[in-house]
């Protein structure tokens, strides 16, 4: 953090160190499902989700991996800043099919020129140890991370929010995870529904017991033909948005509790402003809250790990 000058751990340092330069991701939508949305588990999916609220424009299931990844290098070879990219599999749990499925769309993803690597979002209980011990194998020669949607450490929420895995879960997966050579990556929401400031503190309390790398953090936001959305206009008194002030000083607090060693790859996440419901923060963008959050960090003089704590705030 020193070297960096920021007073947190920062996902584009952890990249140019360990590449050298600065590498873009390649978002995928490759049409997987949940099992919460195809009746293994649950119908519905998570209460908040809709998809589209992340898939860029050259992301297009009926296109093949190929295809989506060479448009998106296309598209960010413009600007002239990137020699090297990651295939991002994003949309829903990209886990979430047969063995031999899998390994032939990462093995497609990375035969593209360019691509020297992949990252993989999926869910705590859609992973095996087939898949687990493949992905480290391929690990030995490229940058390989796995990322975990954890959302709430809080089993209530979890149920709530129509998660269809437990806490518990998540750490069992972790367990299974740590000690490979691919990196793991841990997703939350600050703000779901039913939780109070202790709550979310003891998030980060939690979440950096995790053996993990990377960790993205992000404010709740209610997006149109979300279950959530629904639930959002009839009883809108359960839900205790943040407004981007609050939100911005509650998340300088919040990474004061975690782990000083783990890297913070995102503090926002920006849905559509045609699909966005609430909080809407105006014309606010991501760098800007960055910014502001920065210099709330030290305004307060604090920072990440400043409060570390393996101990639940009470």
Same mark, same amino acid.
């Given at each position: 953090? /020193?070297?960096?000058?920021?007073?947190? *751990?920062?996902? !584009? $340092?952890?990249?140019?160190?360990?590449?050298?330069?600065?590498?873009?991701?390649?978002?995928? @939508?490759?049409?997987? $499902?949940?099992?919460?949305?195809?009746?293994?588990?649950?119908? !519905?999916?998570?209460?908040?989700?809709?998809? *589209?609220?992340? *898939?860029?424009?050259?992301?297009?299931?009926?296109?093949?991996?190929?295809?989506?990844?060479?448009?998106?290098?296309?598209?960010?070879?413009?600007?002239?800043?990137?020699?090297?990219?990651?295939? +991002?599999?994003?949309?829903?749990?990209?886990?979430?099919?047969?063995?031999?499925?899998?390994?032939?769309?990462?093995?497609?993803?990375?035969?593209?020129?360019?691509?020297?690597?992949?990252?993989?979002?999926?869910?705590?209980?859609?992973?095996? *140890?087939?898949?687990?011990?493949?992905?480290?194998?391929?690990?030995?020669?490229?940058?390989?991370?796995?990322?975990?949607?954890?959302?709430?450490?809080?089993?209530?929420?979890?149920?709530?929010?129509?998660?269809?895995?437990?806490?518990?879960?998540?750490?069992?997966?972790?367990?299974?995870?740590?000690?490979?050579?691919?990196?793991? !990556?841990?997703?939350?929401?600050?703000?779901?529904?039913?939780?109070?400031?202790?709550?979310?503190?003891?998030?980060?309390?939690?979440?950096?017991?995790?053996?993990?790398?990377?960790?993205?953090?992000?404010?709740?936001?209610?997006?149109?033909?979300?279950?959530?959305?629904?639930?959002?206009?009839?009883?809108? /008194?359960?839900?205790?948005?943040?407004? $981007?002030?609050?939100?911005?000083?509650?998340?300088?607090?919040?990474?004061?509790?975690?782990?000083?060693?783990?890297?913070?790859?995102?503090?926002?996440?920006?849905?559509?402003?045609?699909?966005?419901?609430?909080?809407?923060?105006?014309?606010?963008?991501?760098?800007?809250?960055?910014?502001?959050? @920065?210099?709330?960090?030290?305004?307060?003089?604090?920072?990440?790990?400043?409060? +570390?704590?393996?101990?639940?705030?009470?």
């Amino acid at each position: 953090m /020193e070297i960096t000058g920021k007073r947190y *751990n920062d996902y !584009g $340092s952890f990249i140019k160190l360990h590449f050298g330069e600065r590498v873009q991701k390649i978002s995928l @939508d490759i049409g997987f $499902s949940c099992p919460n949305r195809d009746g293994s588990k649950g119908y !519905g999916g998570c209460t908040y989700c809709n998809n *589209n609220t992340f *898939n860029p424009d050259y992301c297009e299931p009926q296109k093949s991996i190929k295809d989506q990844l060479e448009q998106g290098i296309e598209f960010f070879s413009k600007k002239g800043k990137n020699n090297k990219f990651l295939a +991002y599999f994003q949309a829903y749990t990209n886990t979430y099919s047969d063995f031999e499925s899998l390994k032939a769309m990462y093995n497609e993803a990375l035969k593209v020129p360019k691509v020297v690597g992949l990252v993989i979002g999926t869910r705590p209980d859609c992973i095996s *140890n087939e898949i687990i011990n493949y992905l480290n194998q391929l690990s030995k020669k490229y940058f390989i991370s796995l990322e975990f949607g954890v959302e709430s450490t809080n089993e209530n929420t979890l149920l709530n929010v129509n998660r269809c895995h437990t806490f518990e879960d998540t750490k069992a997966t972790f367990e299974k995870c740590k000690n490979k050579s691919f990196h793991l !990556g841990a997703h939350i929401i600050l703000g779901l529904p039913g939780e109070n400031k202790k709550d979310l503190l003891n998030h980060a309390v939690e979440v950096s017991k995790l053996p993990i790398d990377t960790l993205k953090i992000h404010h709740l936001q209610i997006v149109k033909n979300s279950v959530m959305a629904i639930q959002y206009k009839r009883n809108p /008194e359960n839900f205790n948005l943040f407004t $981007s002030k609050k939100y911005i000083d509650f998340v300088t607090e919040f990474i004061s509790y975690l782990n000083p060693n783990i890297v913070i790859e995102r503090f926002v996440s920006e849905a559509p402003h045609d699909l966005l419901i609430a909080p809407k923060w105006g014309k606010l963008k991501n760098f800007e809250i960055v910014a502001k959050i @920065d210099k709330k960090l030290k305004e307060k003089d604090t920072w990440q790990g400043k409060n +570390y704590t393996l101990e639940l705030i009470k």
